[in-house]
């Protein structure tokens, strides 16, 4: 063996130690008889990394050149449009490569990063981040999701960027309806660009201040219509946060059954959703933990970091999943550890990853955390203390000490 991980705390509370060879797990078992290199994991809780299901790295970092606000209206569309055109691949490549590394400190192995294709940037984005998929492989697997941000059926270039990116590699087309003048036209044709290409999809869908004219039902219709039924993601869904509870189980019924996932993004959510509103002002934040409970798989993810959508973040997944806790009023143990679960294995079933997890034959992607169980991770915003990637160590995170008089 490389390595052996010792007194390792897996998700469901058992300790054992995990054996590495060639990259990969290779021994799973309570005091493992072997002699390699070993990391004390010391009874901490660990899982195969955090996964990262929506980020946007190519528009990341930006805040400080794009136009400030007007008053309550964000305008965050605009405000990016305005300076997109002055995007370089070396730009996009040096901003992106800032926040996926601090993704990686926090601990995530795993990432689909969503990216724009349109005339203001053309392939610049894609091209450097398909340059950081290949040089960040040791630390992190990364997956492009392509979309239209500021329409397709008005925008035949956007159209031709994103046949261009599918024929070039990318596994996944998502969606931006919202800012499309004919949404359902937007919708089908993802879908057709999909099964065309064998794609699966990945669409920002359905934010907005009330539960009027929701696209998640087209969604849910097409998906069963083609089979896609595990391919499909959506993400926001800040209408869900408006409905009654009875409402909201008639829809996670029917997102369920269709086979859609749901991942929030509370970070966005609460500071675009309610602009409307100088008071009370409503959260817009779905609760990731009501749909699960309703048969929705879903996933808690950053969407952006320091740019007009979200001027603020870190990359630090489990301080989302914190603040999804917080607008949500989480608090019970188990429902903290599902939230632990959409950061890991929920995330990875949304992304199809079928070597996920801490399991023999699997990749040694492996993290410890600062915390014995996967709620108090949550509940005290824990970080990691070490990273493995293929069973070689990416990241170390020392604790803080006290030095005391």
Sequence with gaps: MDLIIR??????????????????????????AASAPAYDAAGHLACAGLVET??????????????????????????????????????????ASTT?????????????????????????????????????????????????QE??????????????????????????????????????????????????IDMHLDSGNSSADMDIHLVCELTKK?????????GHGCKYSTLPPRDLRVLAAEIADAGVAVTVLPATDLYMMGRDQDHSVRRGVADANVLVENGVNCSISSNNILNPFTPLGDGNLIRIANMQANVCQIGEAARLRECFAMLTERS???????????????????????????????????????????????VTRPRAELHRP
């Design 7 to 32: 007194d390792a705390r897996l998700f469901d509370g058992s300790a054992v130690d995990i054996g590495v060879a060639g990259g990969k797990i290779v021994a799973i078992e309570a005091g493992l």
């Design 54 to 95: 929506h980020i946007h790295l190519d528009k990341s970092r930006i805040i400080d050149r794009c136009p400030p606000e007007d008053g309550r209206n964000a305008n965050a569309v605009p405000r990016v449009a305005a300076v997109k055109q002055s995007f370089t691949e070396e730009d996009v490549y040096r901003r």
């Design 100 to 148: 996926l590394e601090n993704c990686i400190k926090f601990g995530t192995t795993r990432m689909r990063t969503h990216v724009e294709l349109d005339g203001g940037v053309e392939m610049r984005s894609f091209d450097a981040l398909e340059k950081l998929r290949h040089d960040y492989a040791w630390a992190i697997d990364l997956e492009l999701c392509v979309f239209p």
């Design 151 to 200: 329409g397709l059926t008005n925008n035949k270039r956007s159209d031709e960027l994103l046949v261009e990116a599918l024929k070039r590699g990318a596994r996944v087309i998502g969606a931006a309806p919202n800012y499309d003048p004919d949404k359902s036209g937007q919708i089908h044709r993802i879908f057709e660009l999909a099964r065309e290409y064998d794609a699966d």
């Design 226 to 234: 083609y089979g896609l039924g595990g391919r499909v993601a959506v």
């Design 348 to 394: 990875a079933r949304l992304m199809r990853l079928k070597d996920y997890g801490i399991a023999v034959g699997n990749p040694a992607d492996i993290v410890v955390f600062d915390a014995a169980t996967p709620e108090q991770a949550i509940a005290e915003i824990r970080g990691p203390l070490v990273a493995f990637k293929r069973g070689v160590r990416t």
